[in-house]
């Protein structure tokens, strides 16, 4: 695709690399036939496509409008497109350009701005996170249906090993979303990498990974998260931790981009680059080691499995948890449209509520109707998404293993 971009916003490297995306794009529409937003609306502005021509425009000096707003912020960015695409558009790295780009010149309503600022100040922060849900609990049984299915419930946190003989080690990241509201997931990876041989352990001062920051388009906020995370982890990474684990795939996702994010910051460019080198999903951590030992404990138990979009879209991962969960004994119900996103992406479900809803629906009939014992998902915002009207229970994959290994 052609480009003609002002020179002002060419000279940025944002502006650099954006057009470099864009060049890439042929217009072929394979991206149409994948995008979630496009098979509800039907309108191409409401499409990877679409979308392109308007960061275009907006790049090459057209005023944004209030319109070109909405579209952008309708896209999940679930990078479903990005698996489709022929040509390799990094379209999710672009939209988070364009949509910065336009948040610099399109001023929101009041009510838009203050729900934003609030999540930028609210979820990245456990203790403030964990504050406003045990409010949200108190007061639940007293609020309407519709507000009270989306508090999610008191879950406890199971024993985390010691695991002192172990000869390896491993870091996790707590993340902000994961500990307050299902604290037993890291937990339960912990014990059973403890059974392999294992110490996975937790770096004081590490947190928010940067993702709600940085696809709310506060991009300098992100990096400072991202910097923190490093100072926090670099110590155990120079001590020789094998690799950083990712029991959240929305965090995974950024955690990999590090490295291309802070590639302009003198101080951290380097480290990050590391960081992002040793980043694995808990899926690719055991799926190279000897799982033996968790083999035929699902005794036939019906599990649905939803890949996130962050997953399999994101960090092109696929299948990995599905064997695992298989070789454990587990049986795998057909789950239709699979590489669809639930509508959770991350703050999109409170921020474009009626889209994330009917995705919702659709994503829940597709993975109850080979009628599973539960839901296994392999990131927070999917999970909590998915439990607010499932049928079943929702939980992380390695619950299943964890309960293999206990």
């Not at 406003?132 to 024993?159: F, M, T």
């Not at 339960?188 to 990498?193: D, K």
């Not at 509508?343 to 629906?361: C, F, M, N, V």
């Amino acid at each position: 695709m052609q480009t003609s971009f002002t020179e002002r916003f060419k000279k940025t490297p944002e502006g650099q690399e954006a057009e470099d995306i864009i060049r890439t794009c042929v217009h072929c529409g394979f991206c149409l036939a994948t995008c979630p937003t496009y098979q509800l609306l039907g309108d191409e502005l409401d499409s990877p496509r679409g979308r392109i021509y308007l960061m275009k425009e907006v790049m090459e000096g057209a005023e944004p409008s209030r319109r070109t707003q909405i579209h952008l912020d309708r896209c999940l960015t679930c990078r479903a497109c990005e698996t489709t695409c022929p040509s390799g558009v990094q379209y999710g790295r672009l939209v988070d350009i364009g949509r910065a780009a336009v948040e610099k010149r399109q001023p929101r309503p009041l009510s838009e701005r203050v729900m934003r600022q609030g999540l930028r100040r609210v979820v990245p922060y456990p203790g403030r996170f964990a504050a406003l849900l045990r409010l949200g609990q108190a007061v639940a049984p007293v609020l309407p249906a519709s507000v009270r299915e989306k508090v999610p419930p008191k879950r406890s946190r199971g024993d985390w090993p010691k695991a002192d003989n172990a000869q390896r080690r491993m870091l996790v990241l707590d993340g902000c979303v994961q500990p307050v509201t299902a604290p037993n997931t890291n937990a339960a990876a912990a014990r059973v990498l403890a059974r392999l041989g294992i110490r996975l352990e937790r770096a004081r001062g590490a947190g928010c990974c940067g993702a709600v920051s940085h696809h709310l388009s506060a991009q300098e906020e992100a990096r400072q998260f991202m910097r923190r995370n490093i100072d926090a982890w670099w110590p155990a990474i120079e001590a020789g931790a094998e690799a950083i684990v990712m029991t959240a795939s929305g965090c995974g996702a950024l955690v990999r981009e590090y490295g291309h994010l802070l590639r302009d910051d003198r101080q951290y460019a380097d480290k990050a680059a590391r960081v992002s080198e040793i980043t694995r999903d808990l899926s690719e951590v055991l799926a190279d080691e000897d799982t033996s030992a968790l083999r035929d404990i699902g005794r036939g138990k019906r599990v649905a499995y939803h890949p996130p979009c962050s997953l399999q879209h994101g960090q092109s991962i696929t299948g990995l948890a599905e064997k695992l969960l298989r070789d454990a004994g587990y049986d795998l119900t057909p789950v239709p449209d699979s590489h669809l996103c639930c509508g959770s992406a991350g703050t999109y479900s409170i921020l474009e509520k009626d889209l994330a809803q009917r995705l919702l629906g659709n994503k829940l009939e597709a993975l109850e109707g080979g009628r599973p014992d539960c839901i296994a998902t392999a990131n927070i915002g999917c999970q909590l998404h998915l439990e607010t009207r499932a049928q079943v229970p929702v939980r992380h994959w390695i619950e299943l293993l964890d309960a293999a290994a206990a």
